[in-house]
């Protein structure tokens, strides 16, 4: 079988790669920007493609993002479909052949790119970074998000937790200038994102977040 890429941009579709410590040099190219990723926090509900199932993250990982609403991965052009970086594409795109996923798997969540390992990065976002995290750990809402969908406390603090992370989030962009692409490179993604996408109903009433449980 050949090992040739066709370029069909198949695996581009479902989503960009996770940046590894040999794509650093990528940054200082400019081949990627710091706004091109969207950073995973610890313990944050993810899909690992190699297992095929949703994992919570056990490191920092940094991704690249989406484009618009979609899965596709940014540095895809649809339209005629080819990566625009192809020629320096990242470590996972390179080894990625998707009829043989084995090679990928040998480096899935090993040597991950840090954020406080990205070229020349303002050292004031990285600090925003760390307060974040230690102010909103993802272990302190998974802790909740499990016992939410039975027990209607949990539910009340949930719901209160995901409208101060959202506050805290909205004070922290405005504070320090950060358009929603670098906001979700330093932040990550909000809770309110991970509530849903684990089937909880998110709807805002009078400038606040509720939270209803799976059915
Ligand atoms: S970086 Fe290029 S090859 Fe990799 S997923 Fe994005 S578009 Fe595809």
Redesign the pocket.
Known sequence: MSRECRRC?E??RR???VLHSEDRGLFAAKVISITDVVRVRKDEPAFDPVRGRGVRAAAEMLK?GGRGRSWS????SPDPPA????AD??L??RLLFCRVPGDLAAVAGRDLLALSAVPDLDSALLRLAGEFDRAFPFSAFNLLLEKAARDRRALAELSSMVNRELRFRMKTCAAHSLSPSLETAILGRPFFMSAAASGFEVQEREGELALRPPV
């Not at 991965?73 to 895809?76: G, H, K, P, T, V």
């Not at 990566?83 to 192809?86: A, F, K, L, Y």
Request: hydrophobic residues 20%; glycine residues 16%; proline residues 11%.
């Open positions: 941009g695996c581009c989503g960009g790669p690249i991965c940014r540095l895809f990566c625009t970086v192809h594409r990242p996972e795109c």
